[in-house]
T-cell receptor, first 111, second 114 residues
Framework: SQQGEEDPQALSIQEGENATMNCSYKTSINNLQWYRQNSGRGLVHLILIRSNEREKHSGRLRVTLDTSKKSSSLLITASRAADTASYFCATDEAAGNKLTFGGGTRVLVKP | NAGVTQTPKFRVLKTGQSMTLLCAQDMNHEYMYWYRQDPGMGLRLIHYSVGEGTTAKGEVPDGYNVSRLKKQNFLLGLESAAPSQTSVYFC?????????????FGPGTRLTVL
């Protein structure tokens, strides 16, 4: 079973717009991570937010974490065509060093 | 540094055949993982290893075996391939600490079982 569930499953926006996707999970976590996957490629780590953090920034990425609601959001500002990819959240449960991935959000940025 | 590499990139098997997928990493990571990704879905953990000589089952281990004889290599074996094992297989590795345990992924192996 998947710990993280992303919403929406797919997102289509114009270049320059912001893209927001959400991740919900079920159990206590040590940290939550976001990854990007370009078509036909492996996953690339974007950002990690620990359970005691509420917000984190990295370039055009902003991640929030609400442990009381067991949810996280990823915001990509001023999107570019190169941001077209699938985005996955992954939770590191407190018990061990394994990640559980959600089903992903497919983002299409139209030029 | 090459990071995480996987061999082969593509493979077609007939039902019942066997094969081994090789994963190698040059980052001196303790932890290594094998995932499968089916169309339109996220990754599911097959097996993982927390160090040389150790392996453990993940979410979907049936039909697969693994070995970690050297720290830098993690092998995934299919003893008798089935069409349900048609998938893209990803290997990943990470540091031991839980505070900075981002995973580094290989490019994947696309396996088709006829």
């Amino acid at each position: 079973s998947q710990q993280g569930e992303e919403d929406p499953q797919a997102l289509s926006i114009q270049e320059g717009e912001n893209a927001t996707m959400n991740c919900s999970y079920k159990t206590s976590i040590n940290n939550l991570q976001w990854y990007r996957q370009n078509s036909g490629r492996g996953l690339v780590h974007l950002i990690l937010i620990r359970s005691n953090e509420r917000e984190k920034h990295s370039g055009r990425l902003r991640v929030t974490l609400d442990t009381s609601k067991k949810s996280s959001s990823l915001l990509i500002t001023a999107s570019r065509a190169a941001d077209t990819a699938s985005y996955f959240c992954a939770t590191d449960e407190a018990a061990g060093n394994k990640l559980t991935f959600g089903g992903g959000t497919r983002v299409l940025v139209k030029p | 540094n090459a990071g995480v590499t996987q061999t082969p990139k593509f493979r077609v098997l007939k039902t019942g055949q066997s094969m081994t997928l090789l994963c190698a990493q040059d980052m001196n990571h303790e932890y290594m993982y094998w995932y499968r990704q089916d169309p339109g879905m996220g990754l599911r953990l097959i097996h993982y290893s927390v160090g040389e000589g150790t392996t453990a089952k993940g979410e979907v281990p049936d039909g697969y075996n693994v070995s970690r004889l050297k720290k830098q290599n993690f092998l995934l074996g299919l003893e008798s391939a089935a069409p349900s094992q048609t998938s893209v297989y990803f290997c990943a590795s990470s540091w031991r600490t839980s505070a900075y345990n981002e995973q580094f992924f290989g490019p994947g192996t696309r396996l088709t079982v006829l």
